[in-house]
T-cell receptor
Framework: KQEVTQIPAALSVPEGENLVLNCSFT??????LQWFRQDPGKGLTSLLL?????REQTSGRLNASLDKSSGRSTLYIAASQPGDSATYLC??????????????FGQGTILTVHP | NAGVTQTPKFQVLKTGQSMTLQCAQD?????MYWYRQDPGMGLRLIYY???????DKGEVPNGYNVSRLNKREFSLRLESAAPSQTSVYFC????????????FGQGTRLTVV
């Protein structure tokens, strides 16, 4: 059974810092990996999706990398801002089938960026 | 383009009452999903529908039923609500081929008293 772990569970940084969120998964036979953001009381917003054949994806100040062989992904946030404060979740679908939204989630990293 | 729309946003039920959570998508995705999110438990899959006309159980299906009404709509029904079903419910969709990204609705916050 796939297990996804995120470290750290919580992170508090001053504005402007570059930071790294970590995600690890036990079964390396993944199809893709997706990073989400969740604001308090809100739904999940997709940030980045990395296909298993890719090493990284970038969107603005966000960069996600994937190392399938070691079962790890990192989300790099450059020049953090208070508006980045949220819970960040990583998730992977099962390797077989076509139900790519049938996701196993990590417990999330709660990020606080203070001015 | 609304994406994934869930109704209602909030609901309070008494134990034993029934209700249906509605989900509609305009993304033309084949697959739809229902998750629940609980503190300390994270997000867990209740049911999913890989395509119109099919439904399958997820990790925590007990106490729930689903209906894939058409390609756009996927509903979740609680026949006899219990306090243990107090949770935030999320509907999600995903495509296929080169379009496998999953998208989530804004959630329904359900309290069973």
């Amino acid at each position: 059974k796939q297990e996804v772990t995120q470290i750290p569970a919580a992170l508090s940084v001053p504005e402007g810092e570059n930071l790294v969120l970590n995600c690890s998964f036990t079964d390396s036979a993944i199809y893709n990996l997706q990073w989400f953001r969740q604001d308090p009381g809100k739904g999940l917003t997709s940030l980045l999706l990395i296909q298993s054949s890719q090493r990284e994806q970038t969107s603005g100040r966000l960069n996600a990398s994937l190392d399938k062989s070691s079962g790890r992904s990192t989300l790099y946030i450059a020049a953090s801002q208070p508006g980045d404060s949220a819970t960040y979740l990583c998730a992977v679908p099962p390797a077989g089938g076509t139900s790519y939204g049938k996701l196993t989630f990590g417990q999330g990293t709660i990020l606080t960026v203070h001015p | 383009n609304a994406g994934v729309t869930q109704t209602p946003k909030f609901q309070v039920l008494k134990t034993g009452q029934s209700m249906t959570l509605q989900c509609a998508q305009d993304m033309n995705h084949n697959s739809m999903y229902w998750y629940r999110q609980d503190p300390g438990m994270g997000l867990r899959l209740i049911y999913y529908s890989a395509s119109e006309g099919t439904t399958d159980k997820g990790e925590v299906p007990n106490g729930y039923n689903v209906s894939r009404l058409n390609k756009r709509e996927f509903s979740l029904r609680l026949e006899s609500a219990a306090p243990s079903q107090t949770s935030v419910y999320f509907c999600a969709t995903s495509g296929t081929g080169t379009n496998t990204e999953a998208f989530f609705g804004q959630g329904t916050r359900l309290t069973v008293v």
